[in-house]
């Protein structure tokens, strides 16, 4: 909808409510519930909208007890002495529709293993978005391979298709997408990208379970996808992650690496020995918790779909409100945070800050997400490491450090705001509430700014 019709159709709403005085006076009446939205900000000392908590997380139920107490009891602890990482694994791949799941104790594990099997390391170069939680970042550094960063598209939060290719080198070996708060990356784009120039694609599925990208699970869209379910996941067990993948071979790799290089399927011993591993094993309690996690996945992710779909109904027509960009052949979204841009231009230049203070005071949580990390000591700590100045040349890092800019991202970074998921989960009238909360910030921006 453009700006356009938007002032005249507040105008005539307004006009039919009786408000025209003020339509005409400049100031848009209240877009939501009138008797709401008027009244004094609650950090000027007004009436907050909303007094009582959202819904809370995680949520637990009780009818799980007896399966964590049982193995508790039984000292099978660990999936070598125990059947339930292997019915979780069995479940989350068949909830994803994916051939095979192997979990590890976290997310960040997940991304590890995957790297590590697909041979994605030492002196190669991955490309991935600025915008996204540093476990990104540090899986690419941990590895020892160097984070090209493609600029991120404010409108869809997500990785710019339209950036990646130049970002290609020579010693670039892979793509990891990340769905960003749940919301898919283009992987039509990005599988095409990585299938010209070869390329390894690794999703970072973290945020994202149960979006879909053309009706097909986000993670089941690449080489191998991962997951992470940390506490504040939509599937949180505290810690936990997995690697899901269609190849029975690499899936093999994968099993067999997460646990000490111990043969597994196709992978056989090279001598009496293990070959090359780690321990990234998923505990049972850990399964326990996520077998009784996922029986809500399904429900919950309707319930934030119809919930968001209905929020960027009403605050897109508020002046300086730009909802988040789903891509057309997106059918689903997780929804791990709910995003949208914030202009202070149309809120007479009030600071971002400013508007995420005045809504929490309304009782609305929110917060401004990403900072540009890309620019902090992280990357040039790396940049400096021994293991980074052995593996690529001084030019090439130097030419890293000159193509460090990333405009879109940034602007992104200064006019993000970010509702938890958990705002999602109410009912249609929570949504009203931070609806009506962000208009009344809107309409009170001459005295707020
Ligand atoms: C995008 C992204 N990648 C990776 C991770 C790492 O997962 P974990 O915290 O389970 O190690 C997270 C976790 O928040 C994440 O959000």
Redesign the pocket.
């Known amino acids: 909808m453009n700006r356009k019709n938007l002032t005249r159709r507040r105008f005539l709403a307004a006009a039919s409510t009786g408000a025209i005085a003020v339509a005409v006076s400049g100031r848009i009446p209240a877009y939501g519930n009138a008797s709401k939205t008027a009244g004094k900000p609650a950090i000027l000392g007004g009436k907050a909208i909303r007094t009582k908590p959202f819904h809370g997380w995680p949520v637990w139920d009780k009818s799980a007890e007896e399966h964590i107490l049982s193995i508790l009891r039984s000292g099978n602890w660990y999936r070598g002495r125990g059947e339930t990482v292997t019915e979780f694994e069995k479940k989350y791949a068949e909830l994803l529709g994916v051939k095979r799941c192997i979990c590890t104790m976290?997310?960040?594990?997940?991304?590890l293993t995957a790297m590590h099997v697909l041979d994605v390391g030492v002196g190669d170069e991955v490309i991935v978005s600025p915008y996204?939680?540093i476990?990104?970042y540090n899986?690419v550094i941990g590895s020892s391979a160097l984070p090209v960063f493609a600029d991120t598209d404010p409108e869809t939060f997500q990785i710019n298709p339209d950036k990646i290719e130049q970002r290609i080198t020579k010693r670039t070996r892979a793509i990891m997408p990340?769905?960003?708060l749940g919301l898919p990356a283009n992987m039509d784009r990005i599988n095409a990208i990585a299938k010209k120039h070869n390329l390894i694609v690794i999703e970072?599925a973290?945020?994202a379970w149960l979006a879909e990208w053309k009706g097909k699970k986000c993670g089941t869209l690449s080489d191998l996808g991962?997951f992470?379910?940390?506490n504040?996941?939509h599937l949180p067990i505290g810690?936990?992650?997995a690697v899901v993948g269609n190849d029975d071979e690499i899936m093999d790799r994968v099993h067999s690496y997460h646990n000490c290089g111990r043969p597994y399927g196709c992978v056989e011993r090279t001598s009496r020995y293990p070959i090359i591993g780690t321990n990234r094993r998923m505990t049972e309690y850990q399964a326990a918790i996520g077998l009784s996690q996922i029986q809500r996945l399904e429900a919950d992710t309707e319930k934030r779909n119809k919930n968001a779909q209905y929020l960027t109904s009403r605050i897109k027509g508020i002046p300086g409100i730009l909802p988040h960009r789903l891509y057309k052949e997106v059918t689903r979204a997780a929804y791990?945070l709910y995003p949208f841009r914030y202009k202070k231009e149309q809120f007479n230049n009030m600071s971002r800050d400013r508007f995420l203070a005045a809504l929490r005071a309304e009782g609305i949580p929110c917060s401004s997400g990403y900072g540009p990390q890309y620019k902090d000591g992280l990357i040039e700590a790396a940049l400096n490491s021994k293991n980074f100045k052995r593996s690529f040349s001084k030019a090439r890092l130097d030419r890293y450090r000159d193509e460090l800019h990333y405009p879109d991202n940034d602007r992104l970074c200064e006019e993000a705001v970010w509702l938890s998921q958990t705002l999602l989960l109410g009912s249609k009238s929570d949504i009203d509430d931070i609806a009506d909360a962000i208009q009344k910030i809107y309409e009170n921006r001459d005295k707020l700014a």
């Open positions: 976290n997310g960040t594990n997940a991304l996204t939680f476990a990104t899986v990340v769905h960003i970072d973290c945020q991962c992470s379910f940390q504040s996941k810690e936990g992650g791990h």
